[in-house]
């Protein structure tokens, strides 16, 4: 099964795969879509399993297994990576299992595989299970609005954001009505992230649960090519809270970083 997803932007021009957070869906990039196809990109963006209006999976399967199988059924051979929260922690697979398949990483506010969760996340993580376990859904996403969106997130912002994750809890749960026992989400490989090569852009929010400020600061110790930046102004979803202010940013990390072709070679994206 080939998930659902759009693609804008000149056939010719260099891929860029955006990735969403588990929070959302692929609308979560809605402001940045058009300004990256415009700028010259092959934009594509996808919805993982059990969101948005990709179905749930009905055998074993990974969410980078997935991705790449869609960038096959388009022909594109290697991308840059824009990946929000969830989708950063995807993006990093792909890049230590392929790496001649990523050309750049844009990581914004990512997970990190292996990564232990803090008391705090594991707070959070049993208080929104709690909901779950209640049915309380409409709970458990504006519980999530409120622990992922910074200061700077607008009324509409947060409207959108709690529909998306309670569209995705409700996806899920119609379709794994036995629990998590009855996902076909395979486990997460064993990875080496020195085994990266992309340039990498890490960036946290001054705002955001500490786990994932941390994981941003420390990727450059752990990526040869990384480097760090936060956010002064930003929580967990800075695409969504600044999104004009983080369009200009992947812009700039974009031109600067090498790029693929639409012959998936590399090249420098001007």
Sequence with gaps: MIIS???DGPADGPALVLLHSSVCDRRMWEPQW???????????RADFRSCGRSPAATEPYSDEG????LLDSLGVGNAAFVGSSYGGRVALRIAALHPGRVTALALLCAGRPGHEPSPLLQAFDAAEQGLLDEGELDAAAS????TWLGPEADRKTRKLVT???????????????EGEEADHELPEPALDLRAVTA????VGGAHDVPDFREIAAGLPDLLP???????????HLPSL???AEITALLLDFLRAAPGPSASGERTTVR
């Design 199 to 202: 340039p990498t852009l890490a």
């Design 241 to 243: 809270e600044r999104p």
């Design 143 to 146: 519980l999530n609005a409120r």
């Design 225 to 235: 090519l990384a480097r760090h930046q936060e956010l002064p102004w930003a929580g």
């Design 163 to 177: 529909l998306m994750q309670r569209e995705n809890f409700a996806h899920w749960f119609a379709a794994h009505p």
């Design 34 to 44: 058009r300004p990256l196809a415009e700028a010259g990109h092959r934009v594509v």
């Design 5 to 7: 997803h759009d693609v």
């Design 66 to 69: 997935d991705v790449l199988a």
